[in-house]
């Protein structure tokens, strides 16, 4: 039984986690500066520690939480703990619409330029169509959104190829490091208009917290309990899919955070998505500006991108998972 007391201590310490973070990653880089100089507004440290590194650090905090929670809502929709923001098809609709913006020669990487906004159409358009091939009459199934997902994934990954394989020197090298998954400091504009947008998802996501958890149990017990099935799960779809397209358009495809914040949390927290969604949106954000923090110091003045180090830490937690659910099978 969840408790307003326990609920407020969760949501309380996960988010101190995420302020903390977000106060002491912009004081670390490979150019030391003054915070009594940049408070003073005295160049370069003002321009070094907001313009640069504060923007940078809320945009990594933005996406790691939208990813998370992305990974949280698909989860439920699939009840699958192995679901993640790239399940579905929607982030390699995003990354396609992004590479089709390269070759053309449209934008530049990390803004809601031409390239951010082909980028957010081809996920649109890869949510619209994964939606209409999985309903079935009055009924959406989970098992055919996962399958719809899967062959979408596969059929914008070999246009992937086939535009990198055609494109000329340049392009195959911003094509190349986009699909790294990379953070770069965005426009105050930019960032707010995200950053709401992501807010706004999660405000919602908590609204709907106690649908998730109906239709994390089943299809068949969600609709005993009389909930509105098929609109729950459209519902949780398009807004999974609207976290990953925004934060892919901005910073390439960034991956394993939608698997392993979620599935953490879940071990320490319980499957209670009440508790699940705010705690695994702060730790998500907390552990991408972590990331993003070692990826811009570690070898300074190069940068690691930020995708690189997700996959280096997540890649063997997916591999733990998936022994120890094929252990628990053999028990």
Known sequence: MLTSQRFGKTVLAAAALLVTV??????????????????RGE???SEILFDIRLTRTLLAAAAGGALALAG?????????????????????????GAVMAICFGWGAVG??????????????????????IATEGPRMSSFTLLLTGVTINS????????????????????IARWLMGGIDSPRPATLAMAGGGVLLALALTIWRANDLNLLAVGEEWAMTRGADVKAGMRFCF????????????MTGPIGFIG???????RMLLGADHRLLVPASFCAGGAFLVVCDTFARTAMAPSEIPVGV??????????????????ASLWM
């Open 238 to 249: 398009v807004l999974g899919s609207f976290l990953t397209a925004v934060v892919t358009s």
């Open 111 to 132: 803004d809601f330029s031409a390239l951010g906004l082909a980028s957010l159409a081809g996920a649109l358009i890869v949510m619209a169509t994964v939606v209409s």
């Open 72 to 96: 949280v809502i698909f989860q439920a929709l699939l009840r699958d703990a192995l679901a993640t923001p790239f399940t579905l098809g929607v982030s390699n609709g995003a990354a396609l």
């Open 22 to 39: 977000i106060a002491l990653a912009p004081l670390i880089g490979s150019t030391s500066i003054s915070l009594e100089r940049a408070l």
């Open 43 to 45: 160049s370069p440290d």
């Open 155 to 174: 059929i914008c990954m070999a246009a992937i190829l086939f535009l990198h394989s055609m494109a000329g020197f340049n392009q195959s090298f911003a």
């Open 309 to 326: 180090i997700t996959a280096m830490l997540g890649g063997p937690f997916f591999i733990w998972l998936l022994r120890s659910r094929r």
């Open 259 to 265: 698997l392993l914040t979620p599935h953490a949390m």
